[in-house]
């Protein structure tokens, strides 16, 4: 979720760093920094939290000369946004730079380690561990010292390291996490995208997992870990810069949809340990949580949905009650809550004006307060009592997609830490829980190759003016959800029903050009009750579409147009059913030309009430 990027030339490497950080804005960042090593051999660090003008102003100020750095923009997944926090690190005697992108699982045991051999570490992120480590092995060879610590990083790293002592190379190496090397004439750049390379040369080098990188001015050799070099093929990427930061998708919104296979997997990482769930921030102790009679969830917009999800999971596993409350309604009533709540608020902005005056409602209460938020930092951060972060990364669509799916993830994960510490969970049924939870990943990527199929259905769907979207019960907020996608990127009106109400009213709305979407899974404990429902708009000549497990054989005779979704079962369903909605949309809105990334009348974060 960082930026990096490098620079070794005949250049002034600090504006080269500078623009290339600014071309990684997109990645969103909390603080940045860079690294020089000058004319002179020093070591010069610059680093700050919050915009990265902070750093152009030092740029500006400073008179050093060097053809050599690194920097880094932070997006915080270990550790508050603070100078101290963010990149670079430096070994203890300050001759050793690093940036790091990725997540170091390990990091606390290694800590443990360099703290016993004297080292100093100042930060609490996971990321100074590396560069210590670096500095422990150093006997005069970077890249021997890179090449021997990797084997001790469990997790995902893209690394670079610079060294007072070696003026004229950079050591990079990367595992799960991209890095990026463009070739120039007599200089050569890096970067963990391509945004900020595709200014100076198109010619790319992907690096592989497990590759170690030695980048001189006029030379680039790339070992493998028992440093034997590769011949690595040189790709010229034909990318305008704008499209490089979408990955090469028409929109944030897009990509980020895509980006969820790798969500679920950073969510989830790190996160168990021989079957237990850990939560780093979560300060509510074992005896704190035994006093629990009632979880309280309070949210808004697409959190609010993912907190109805998680009700379903939390009252159909552990049978603990759970209220979810819309937060904006929350904040104005006389709230019944005492310690024996365990308030979650949930939020991926960590702004949003309503959720924190809810949160401080509840903390008035006396209850305790957890913030589940995407943004290390964030105000709700700072307030709530403990937070779980939910680690989507930067989410740019102002459409909530992949920050909705990391919620659900943690949702389940919560569910588990709750069961844990409430013994109200057996471990078999855990760790069927978390094998299912392993395999969501592989199954929403099965589900965005058939995006053609969807495709299909939005060009038939895109001049509809009303849509209705039901289901049934933890479907209900998938419906929800998927209603919403659609009203906010394409400006359809719709709206969404637990199936059994439509004979209360909602049935009056259906006719032929009023289409319905249907949740309507196989094994569903409701899918003839669903079945029913269809049959009865079908009567009225409503057109309906079904969302339907491919080994459905019925579905097909029945639904005008039908979205498959592999056999799941149920409880884990909306990892799945969410992501054929949340494609429909995304395309309806962009058959209609509009602006996907940036809806009318919307914000990303709500701050105001
Ligand atoms: C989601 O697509 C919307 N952009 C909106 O409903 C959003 O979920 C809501 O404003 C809450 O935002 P938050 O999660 O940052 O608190």
Not at 227 to 234: D, E, P, Q, S, T
Not at 281 to 288: A, H, S, Y
Request: proline residues 3%; negative net charge.
């Amino acid at each position: 979720m960082c930026g990096i990027v490098g620079y070794i030339g005949e250049k002034d490497a600090k504006n080269i760093l500078y623009n290339g950080l600014t071309k990684l804005e997109y990645k969103g960042y909390d603080s940045s920094g860079i690294a020089l090593i000058d004319d002179n051999k020093n070591l010069i660090i610059k680093k700050e939290s919050g915009k990265l003008t902070q750093i152009k102003k030092y740029i500006e100020d400073t008179n050093i000369i060097s053809n050599i750095g690194i920097g880094h923009t932070r997006w915080a997944t270990h550790g508050k946004p603070t100078q101290i926090n963010s990149h670079p690190h430096t070994n203890c005697r300050k001759t050793i730079a690093l940036v790091h992108n990725g997540i170091i699982e390990n990091y606390l045991e290694l800590k443990e380690e360099l703290i016993k051999k004297d080292h100093k570490i100042i930060s609490e992120t996971d990321s100074e561990i590396i560069v210590h480590l670096i500095s422990e092995y150093y006997t005069g060879n970077l890249y021997g010292a890179v090449q021997k610590i990797i084997q001790y990083l469990k997790g995902t790293f893209a690394i670079a390291v610079i060294s007072e002592s070696e003026p004229d190379k950079i050591i990079i190496a990367k595992k799960g996490t991209s890095m990026l090397i463009g070739i120039g004439e007599n200089e050569n750049i890096f970067g963990s995208d391509i945004p900020p390379i595709l200014e100076h040369t198109k010619n790319i080098i992907v690096m592989d997992d497990y590759e170690i990188g030695v980048i001189e001015k006029n030379k680039v050799t790339i070992t493998d870990l028992e440093g034997n070099i590769l011949n690595k093929v040189v790709e010229n990427i034909d990318l305008t810069i704008e499209m490089a930061e979408k990955s090469g998708f028409k929109h944030f919104m897009l990509k980020e949809i895509h980006e969820q296979p790798r969500v679920v997997e950073d969510v989830l990482r790190g996160k168990i340990e021989n079957g237990k769930i850990k939560f780093d921030n979560f300060n509510i102790t074992k005896e704190e949580l035994r006093k629990i009679e009632q979880i309280n969830i309070i949210a808004c917009g697409t959190s609010y949905h993912a907190g109805l999800v998680g009700k379903f999971i939390i009252e159909e596993i552990l049978k603990l009650p759970v209220i979810v409350e819309i937060a904006s309604e929350f904040r104005y009533k006389t709230p019944i809550l005492s310690e024996k709540n365990l308030v979650i608020v949930i939020s991926q902005s960590g702004e949003t004006s309503d959720t924190l005056g809810a949160l401080r409602v509840a903390k008035q209460s006396g209850a305790k307060v957890i913030g589940m938020v995407n943004v290390i930092g964030s105000t709700i951060a700072k307030e709530a009592y403990g937070t779980i972060y939910t680690n989507a990364g930067p989410e740019i669509g102002v459409a909530s997609t992949k920050a909705f799916l990391s919620q659900l993830t943690m949702m389940y994960l919560f569910m588990l830490y709750l069961g844990d510490n409430l013994n109200l969970i057996d471990n078999k049924y855990k760790e069927y829980i978390i094998k299912n939870l392993e395999k969501i990943p592989e199954k929403i990527s099965t589900i965005l190759n058939k995006s053609d199929e969807i495709l299909n259905i939005a060009k038939q769907l895109k001049n509809t003016k009303n849509i209705m979207y039901i289901a049934r019960h933890i479907n209900y907020p998938v419906a929800l959800e998927g209603s919403l996608k659609l009203k906010e990127t394409s400006y359809i009106h719709s709206e969404a029903y637990p199936a059994g109400e439509l004979r209360h009213g909602p049935v009056a709305l259906i006719e032929e050009n009023v289409p319905a979407l249907a949740i309507a899974l196989k094994n569903s404990k409701t899918y003839d009750k669903m079945l029913s429902n269809i049959q009865e708009i079908k009567a009225r000549d409503g057109k309906i579409i079904v969302l339907a497990s491919e080994d459905d054989e019925n579905i097909d005779s029945i639904a005008n147009m039908s979205l498959k979704i592999e056999p799941i079962d149920e409880i884990f369903s909306p990892l799945l059913t969410v992501i054929p909605l949340q494609i429909l949309a995304y395309y309806i809105s962009d058959e209609k030309g509009l602006d996907v990334d940036n809806p009318r009348n919307l914000s990303k974060s709500v701050t105001v009430e």
